[in-house]
Structures are given as structure tokens and as C-alpha cells.
């Protein structure tokens, strides 16, 4: 590579790496506000009702109270041991209210009562919340007894209070109301975990397979399936200078969306309605799509029509439904990568948690749009989810970058130069995402596996495919467990 290019090859280096780190700065901060989990903003003076994934952990924890009246094995303590992050000091403060209603149902109301005093609310509203739940759980208390047994008058919540509760601690509030239907709540929870594990112990036995015919398919045929117009010097400086104006796109598209979303809610007042919600997932989509406008830079820079899109893999490949049949087969090779990660993100989150105390457990903001969503709101989360992301992701991580980094990557040394990529792409498309880094092994193990059949297959098809399954999959178990 001449020195001009080597200079160009830094710059693009420079551009992607602050993009990136953008990018996460932008997620992190995405996730710092007081949401909602029907994905309003809440006023000032209320309190953002308790998220979905907090109610899930919930029933998971009424599941394991229920066994531990049939195994003497199972201490309070343990049972309790799978709501911990509810109650870290770093937890919103509904979260940890919800996390006494835990130790109410699991060791005992008074002890519960103990806890939810001695939280500090930061407002009123958070104040008045306690106030409410502690007058909950008195009632469950001490309801039962008399005055003179107690030495004061009779508890009783009132009705308000109750109703407090009910709305913003959702499962926990009916769990301290002793609301009917709970067990049956946390059940049909256990059912759906139950489909989700014997699913995915399906799809990783079938994967382990694939995966094994897929590397022995690539180590037989390493360097085929890349177009050579990918590897010259000049085109992958283009696709390298194109995936850092893409995420500069990305980045504005976000944030344009956002300020769209919020004006058009403004101007139609639909603030606090579901309709509110719709307009930010329809803006989304829109600032998803519109930033392949970034597209539009290699043609600038001389790379133009049938060789841009043989250099990024958006072509038929060897006939469009065989191209999807291999995408099925990407999905299950990566599910055993997929476990792979999983395990290592586990290791890491244990060393976190051992050094520096309990880490902000991985998460995706759609999981709260679940709560009271409309046929709509799914639909445009599927739209996002199945179509939008496997679209431009695809063409921008395992098109534009991958190609980069196969040309300029001991380009003369095929598997050297298939693994760097891959390892490299994967890494930057999983840091972006709002999981948290310590959840990039996981989401780093699929995208490893779409790289791979990329490079298999020269067309972006596969790997658009399997993104679009594993995807929908996580989109239906979610709705499943989180109902």
C-alpha cells in the first residue's frame, strides 16, 4: 500500500473509531432518561412506572418461591438472589420498591416494611409511592390483627393508595395488593421460559452441525466468494471512507428522528398517548433507512453501480431462494456462537460484579414497548427490528466494512485476513448496540457467523436473512415472555 493510502487508511481508521465511541455515547445516554414503559416521558413531579423486564425477573422469582416450599435447598436468600440488580443502589427507585415487594412475598412483610422506610426518595412523587406501598404491605401485615394487638388503629389502605401501587409497580403492585391471577401470571412466565430454553437447545444442537459444515466449506474454499474489486486497494478505501460517513448518518439520523418525533408529537398533541409512541417508531424507521443516503459517497469517490454492489454484496448471489436457504442455515450456525458469548459474557459480568459490585444488567429500550402495545405499535417494532436493522446493518457492517477490512487486512493471507474481519466488524456492530459492552461477546458471536456467510456466499442475501430471523425470534419470545 503507497504512503498516500497508508494516510487514508488512518483518517478513515480515525473517523470510524470517534463515530463509534459516539455511537455508544449516544445509546448510554439514550437509556439515562426517565422513560416510560409505554415509551412516553413522564412529567417531572410522577415516578416512570416499573419496566417489563423488571416484571419478568418478578415472576421468575414468585416461580422459585413456589419450589422452595417443596426443596429445603432453596434459602430465601437464594430465591432472592435473581432480583439483586432490582435492588442496587444505582436501580431506579420503582425498581427498588418493587425489590421489597420481593422480600414482602419471600421472607416477610415486615421485614419488607423495614426495607421500603429506610429507601430515600429523591421527590415527592417518589415520597408519596413509598408511602402508598408501605401502607400495602401494612395492610398485609397487620390487617389481620386488632388494634389492641397492635397498638395502633386497624390498617387499611385506602383506595387510592392501592391504586398508586397497581399502576406503577404493575406485577409487584398486584403481588402487594394479593391481587387474584398472580400465580397464574408467574406461571404462564415459567411456561414461556420453559419455550424459549427447549427453542434455543433446538436451534444450538442444529447449529453445531451447520456451523461445523460451514467451516470446513470455508477452510476449502477460503478466498472464493469475495469479488476481487473488493480486495483492490482503492475500492476498500472507498468502502472503509463510506462505512465512516454512514455512521456519521446514523448518528444524525438518530438524533434528527428523535427531535422529528417529539415536534410532530408537539404539534398534533399527542403527548402521553399511544400515538406518541407510533410517530417515534415510524421516525425511527424513517432515520433508519435514510442514512444509506451514505451510499451516495462511493460513486463520489469512483466507485459506481454493478461494482458497488458487487463490492458490497448487493446481488442475487447464486439464485435468490437458494441465497435465503443459506440464511436459514446462518441463523442456527449462530446460535452456538451465540451460547459462546453468552458464556463469556457471563464470565465477565461475575469478574465485574466480584470487583466493582453489580453491573446494569443487558437490555434493548423496545423491551418496554411491549407493555399495552397496540397492533400498530408491533408493527412498527417489527418493522424496525425484522426489516429495517438486517437491511442497512447488512449493507453497512458485513457490505461496506467487512469488505474494508478484507482488502486492507493481510489481504494476502485469505484466513488471516476472513478472521481479523470478521472479528474486527463484529466488534464495532455489537459496541454500538444499547446492550452494554459487556454484552458485545454475544452480539459479537452472531455477527461472526453472518461474516461468515458473507464471505461463503459473496451476497449480502444470507446474512440479511438470518439477521431478519434471529431478530423476529428474540421479537416473538420477548412478546411471549413479557406479556
Known amino acids: 500500500m503507497q504512503k498516500k493510502q497508508v494516510g487514508r487508511l488512518y483518517l478513515i481508521w480515525g473517523?470510524?473509531?470517534?463515530?463509534?465511541?459516539?455511537?455508544?455515547?449516544?445509546?448510554?445516554?439514550?437509556?439515562?432518561?426517565?422513560?416510560?414503559?409505554?415509551?412516553?416521558?413522564?412529567?417531572?413531579?410522577?415516578?416512570?412506572?416499573?419496566?417489563?423486564?423488571?416484571?419478568?425477573?418478578?415472576?421468575?422469582?414468585?416461580?422459585?418461591?413456589?419450589?422452595?416450599r417443596m426443596s429445603p435447598a432453596l434459602t430465601s436468600d437464594l430465591v432472592l438472589q435473581n432480583a439483586r440488580p432490582l435492588s442496587d443502589e444505582n436501580a431506579a427507585f420503582v425498581d427498588r420498591l418493587a425489590y421489597?415487594?420481593?422480600?414482602?412475598?419471600?421472607?416477610?412483610?415486615?421485614?419488607?416494611?423495614?426495607?421500603?422506610?429506610?429507601?430515600?426518595?429523591?421527590?415527592?412523587?417518589?415520597?408519596?409511592?413509598?408511602?402508598?406501598?408501605?401502607?400495602?404491605?401494612?395492610?398485609?401485615?397487620?390487617?389481620?390483627?386488632?388494634?389492641?394487638?397492635?397498638?395502633?388503629?386497624?390498617?387499611?389502605a385506602d383506595a387510592d393508595e392501592r391504586a398508586a401501587v397497581l399502576d406503577k409497580l404493575g406485577f409487584f403492585g398486584r403481588v402487594a395488593c394479593d391481587a387474584p391471577g398472580v400465580a397464574a401470571e408467574a406461571a404462564r412466565a415459567g411456561a414461556a421460559m420453559l419455550a424459549v430454553l427447549g427453542w434455543y437447545a433446538l436451534a444450538f444442537c442444529i447449529g453445531c452441525v451447520t456451523l461445523v459444515f460451514t467451516l470446513i466449506w470455508l477452510f476449502r474454499k477460503p478466498a472464493a466468494p469475495i469479488d476481487e474489486s473488493g480486495a483492490r486497494e482503492h475500492t476498500a478505501l472507498v468502502l472503509g471512507e463510506t462505512f465512516a460517513v454512514w455512521m456519521v448518518c446514523f448518528l444524525a439520523m438518530n438524533y434528527g428522528a428523535g427531535v422529528l418525533g417529539e415536534t410532530l408529537v408537539d404539534a398534533f398533541g399527542l403527548d402521553g398517548t399511544p400515538r406518541a409512541v407510533h410517530v417515534g417508531l415510524a421516525c425511527a424507521a424513517a432515520g433508519f433507512f435514510g442514512s444509506l443516503v451514505a451510499l451516495v459517497h462511493a460513486p463520489l469517490r469512483g466507485l459506481r453501480g454493478a461494482e458497488l454492489r458487487q463490492a458490497v454484496g448487493l446481488h442475487r448471489g447464486r439464485g435468490v431462494l437458494r441465497e435465503v436457504a443459506n440464511g436459514v442455515l446462518c441463523y442456527f450456525s449462530a446460535i452456538p456462537l451465540l451460547v459462546a458469548g453468552l458464556v463469556v459474557f457471563a464470565v465477565l459480568s461475575a469478574i465485574v460484579t466480584a470487583l466493582f459490585g453489580q453491573p446494569e444488567q443487558p437490555s434493548h429500550p423496545v423491551a418496554d414497548l411491549f407493555a399495552g402495545a397496540d397492533w400498530l405499535r408491533l408493527a412498527l417494532v417489527a418493522l424496525l427490528a425484522t426489516v429495517a436493522a438486517p437491511?442497512?446493518?447488512?449493507?453497512?457492517?458485513?457490505?461496506?466494512?467487512?469488505?474494508?477490512?478484507?482488502?486492507?487486512?493481510?489481504?494476502?493471507?485469505?484466513?488471516?485476513?476472513?478472521?481479523?474481519?470478521?472479528?474486527?466488524?463484529?466488534?464495532?456492530?455489537?459496541?454500538i448496540h444499547p446492550q452494554g459492552v459487556l454484552f458485545t461477546p454475544a452480539l459479537g458471536g452472531l455477527a461472526v457467523s453472518f461474516c461468515l456467510y458473507r464471505e461463503l456466499r459473496g451476497s449480502l442475501i444470507a446474512p440479511m436473512v438470518a439477521h431478519g430471523i434471529q431478530n423476529g425470534v428474540t421479537l416473538a419470545l420477548g412478546m411471549t415472555l413479557m406479556s
Open 391 to 431: 437491511i442497512v446493518e447488512e449493507i453497512m457492517f458485513r457490505g461496506a466494512l467487512y469488505s474494508h477490512l478484507r482488502g486492507t487486512v493481510f489481504e494476502r493471507v485469505p484466513l488471516v485476513s476472513i478472521l481479523a474481519a470478521a472479528i474486527a466488524s463484529s466488534f464495532i456492530f455489537a459496541v
Open 15 to 68: 473517523a470510524i473509531v470517534i463515530t463509534v465511541l459516539g455511537a455508544m455515547w449516544f445509546q448510554s445516554s439514550r437509556g439515562e432518561g426517565d422513560g416510560t414503559p409505554d415509551g412516553t416521558v413522564p412529567a417531572q413531579a410522577e415516578v416512570a412506572p416499573v419496566g417489563m423486564e423488571a416484571e419478568l425477573t418478578g415472576k421468575v422469582v414468585l416461580l422459585f418461591e413456589r419450589l422452595r
Open 100 to 156: 421489597t415487594v420481593l422480600v414482602g412475598k419471600v421472607e416477610s412483610w415486615e421485614t419488607a416494611i423495614e426495607e421500603a422506610k429506610a429507601l430515600g426518595p429523591a421527590s415527592d412523587a417518589e415520597g408519596a409511592l413509598r408511602d402508598a406501598l408501605v401502607s400495602v404491605m401494612e395492610e398485609r401485615a397487620f390487617g389481620h390483627m386488632t388494634g389492641a394487638e397492635t397498638g395502633h388503629d386497624r390498617f387499611v
